[in-house]
Nanobody, 114 residues
């Protein structure tokens, strides 16, 4: 059974940084475009960043220039470096495959205080 395990969240002040990690037990991980999503209270889950198996990245306008997505195919892990965090970045962050979405993991909570 595929597992997605997110980690690295926490409480930071405005302007701070966090690095999220997601380990995915997906076969042929390198062939999957992976994405980081977030869901704030009362809002729908949204895609904030994605990365293809070969490393092409894409970002939502709200995080462009502040977040960086990367991956290590040998470790089946995708990362999200988040800099210049804002209170509106507060959410539970999840990862998933864009090619073949799996059951969602537990996510990791990111809270940015003003």
């Amino acid at each position: 059974q595929v597992q997605l395990v997110e980690s690295g969240g926490g409480l930071v002040q405005t302007g701070g940084s966090l690095r999220l990690s997601c380990t995915a037990s997906i076969s042929i991980f390198s062939m999957h475009t992976m994405g980081w999503y977030r869901q704030a209270p009362g809002k729908q889950r949204q895609l904030v960043a994605s990365i293809t198996g070969s490393g092409t990245t894409n970002y939502a306008d709200s995080v462009k220039g502040r977040f960086t997505i990367s991956r290590d195919n040998t470790k089946k892990t995708v990362y999200l470096q988040m800099n210049s965090l804002k209170p509106e970045d507060t959410a539970v962050y999840y990862c998933n495959s864009l090619n073949t979405p799996k059951s969602w993991g537990q996510g990791t909570q990111v809270t940015v205080s003003s």
